[in-house]
Structure formats: structure tokens, C-alpha cells
């Protein structure tokens, strides 16, 4: 599969809600979106950094330098057989894990759709979709309680909130006060250390599915201490940047849930090897969001339908982010349930050109 030529793009959708978590408020989404383009077919990508490195270390600038600098000139004009043969391109760069993803991302799409596959079945999984959970931003204790009746009403089978100091217990204790039987679980952004222990275990009371990245980013060690003095399963986000990671995570029981984002594990072929470790572990796992358009969404739900991914993932609908999405097909859940794109091979989603244009700068091409 010879890559022709790629196009690299600043996307720019604003936000229907602003989204709060312990690092700060996020009012619109923008990111990278690349195409690879082969024999008259395209691969398409978007990146998941943020402009800032706030949720992880890695910001836009790093990434949009790499990718124009080094990952895209690497592999124009070039061929590659499979994903695997991208190594030489990837593997010699330290971090950066989703600019690498997102290059690596477009050439997966290019490679299922070069072979007439849905994306899905490259990457091993099947079915025609996938349970869904969302994600609710910090905010008022009663309209958050209120957010988390509507999104039951509509079937989502997770809600998971947002919680940092002094917007935690109380916050847990309201909610489920409400929803006695909802599967509820709380995500804190590496807001809190080991001196929170004992907050952290009165989060017990409240039978949570899981309590998602309660320490540091980068930290394994103090999380393996935290789950020998707390009940409710840990689950990691951010510390898990790649396979090493998950494996140390695995081996010292810092995590009983894995939350796999392609973008922040360095790409597919690490995912996969993440979901096939956290398999062997009896470890179930679920697909992460990160506010992602339809391109990202679509990437997410293919591999959602991969047999480990055995707990809702974050691929809630796309009309609960934007009031328009760059794809033309409505990525939308029945039910709790998020069908997957398979109206063509590959991502099965196509780009909305008309909208790309008006909330994106004419794209930067690369050729030979
Ligand atoms: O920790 O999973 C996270 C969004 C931005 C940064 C980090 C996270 C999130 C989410 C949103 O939880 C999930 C989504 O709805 O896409
Ligand atoms: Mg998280």
C-alpha cells in the first residue's frame, strides 16, 4: 500500500456544554485531523491531545511537529504492507504517544478499507454494537443529579462523574441516593494522593462499578497501595501510556479496570496488546473517550466490539458534544447501545466536506 499523499488539518467545534474535570474546563474541541491517501482511497485520523498538556504530557505543538516535521514525510511515498510495517516510522520517538496513534490510526483505516474490511474485523472484533456509558462533567450537585436521570431515561448503562476535592462524597452520596441500582463509577483526573486514603475509602459506601485514575498521571506504585486499603476496583486512564505500563499496573494489582484510548497508548497494535494482556489477567477493559468528532467516535466503536471490552464505553452520542459533526453519518446510540459504522469498509464514516471547511483552514498537503 503506497501512501500518496496526506493532509493535515486544525479542527475547530465548539462545545454544546462546556466540560469540567479536576484540571480545568474544556468550551470546544480542537484537533488534528489527518487523511492518508492510497489508489484513490483515504485513511482518516484525528489526534486527542489537547492544546495544553493538562490531561496528559503531551500538547498540540509537540504533536503537530512531529507529525509535519518527521511522521508524515516519513511515510509519503513510501509503501507498507500492514500496520506492523509502520514500526521503523514510530518506534524511534520517545512520548508522544498520540501524535504517533494518530498517524498510525489513518493507516489502519487506509489498510481495512484497501482490503473492502470494516475496521472492526482488521482489528479482531465483531458485532454491530456496543454498550455505552457517558461521562458528566463537574457541575451543580442537583443539576448533575438531574443530568444523570435524563442519560438513564435514554439507556445509558454507565454514568460516570466527574469528581475532585470538595466535589466528591457529597456529590456520590446525592446520586445515588437517586439512582439506588445505577451502574455509577467516578473518574478524578489524578486530582488526589495517598493522604486522601481514607476519603477515597468512603467512596466504598457507595458501590461504585470502579473509581477511575484517583493519583498521579504517572504514577503505578502509589495506586497498587491505595487498592490494598480500598474495596472499589481501580481503574487506570492516564497512567497507562503503553504496554509497559499496563503489564507493571497487571502485575501489582494497581488496577482491576483497564480504560483503553488508542490515542494515549501509542496507537492500535498497542492497544490490542494491552487488551490481550488485561485478557489474559481476567482484567476487563473499556474504550475511553476524549471528546472525539465523528472520525475519533468511529475509531472508538470499532474498537469497542473487541471481546474484552466487556464494560460500557465513554462513545456516547455525538449530538451531546456538537451541534454539527464533521462526518456525515449520525453517530448516535438506541438504547445505551452505540450501533457501528459499517455502511463501507474501514471506518465506515465519511467526512462532511462542506462543514470540514468552515471550522477548519485549508489543509496542509504532503506529497512526495
Ligand atoms: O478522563 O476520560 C477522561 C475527557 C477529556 C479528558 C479526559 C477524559 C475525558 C472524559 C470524556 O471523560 C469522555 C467522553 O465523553 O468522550
Ligand atoms: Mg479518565
Redesign the pocket.
Known sequence: LRIDSAELRLVRLPLITPFT?STGTMYEKLFPLLVLRADGIEGFAEGVMDPLPD?LDESLPGTLALLRDVLIPAVVGKSFANPQALAPVLAPWRGHQMARATLEMAFWDLWAKSLNLPLQTVLGGAGDAVDVGV?LGIGPIDSTVERVGSHLEQGYKRI?LKIMPGHDLTLVRAVRAAFPDAHLTV???SCYTLADTALLGRLDAFDLDYI??PLAWNDIHDHATLQQRIATPI?L??SIKGVQEARKALQSDAARVI?I?VGRSGGYLDSLRIHDLCAAFNVPVWC?GMLESGVGRAHNIHLSTLPNFTKPG?VSSASRYFHRDIVEQKLETVAGRMPVPLEGPGLGVTLDQAFLATVSDAPEVFRP
Open positions: 474535570i490531561y461521562s460516570k473518574d478524578a483526573n477511575e485514575q481503574c486512564d492516564e480504560n484510548k475511553g465513554d
